[in-house]
């Protein structure tokens, strides 16, 4: 068994990926939408804001992204305990494959799982881009 194949969690091997990662791609996907959200808001305001209501709306769009990202902590830690505990938790008598051919060519290996990041990454980047100059 490769020696990264044997550091995996019960989950990771069963699943075929890491549900905290998961999850935390989750809450990550929601502080983007939030942040997405407001700048759209801000874009929307900002031409009829002028002197001090430019300032306050500033101010203002901080202190909601401020009290979303507080409300969707909040709720993404009972999601998280939930979707660790009841969605991916695997029971001990569930019977894990044990055949590391197997578990290498379903599983990722760490060099395969960062060129892969990278990929993605510069796809985020070229989208980002096409976004603000469309």
Not at 32 to 55: I, M
Not at 64 to 70: I, M, Q, S, T
Not at 109 to 129: K, M, N, T
Request: aromatic content about 8%; proline content about 4%; overall charge negative.
């Amino acid at each position: 068994q490769s020696t990264w194949v044997a550091t995996l969690d019960r989950e990771s091997i069963f699943f075929g990926f890491y549900p905290p990662g998961f999850v935390a791609d989750c809450v990550n996907a929601f502080n983007d939408y939030v942040c997405d959200a407001l700048d759209e808001v801000e874009k929307s305001l900002r031409p009829r804001a002028s002197g001090a209501t430019a300032a306050r709306l500033g101010d203002g769009l901080a202190q909601a992204l401020k009290a979303l990202r507080a409300a969707g902590d909040e709720s993404f830690r009972g999601f998280e305990h939930a979707a660790l505990r009841e969605v991916f938790g695997v029971p001990e008598r569930v019977q894990l494959p044990d055949d590391s051919a197997l578990l290498s060519s379903t599983l990722m290996s760490p060099d395969d799982e960062a060129a892969l990041d990278a990929e993605l990454a510069e796809l985020r980047r070229q989208v980002a881009a096409a976004k603000f100059t469309a």
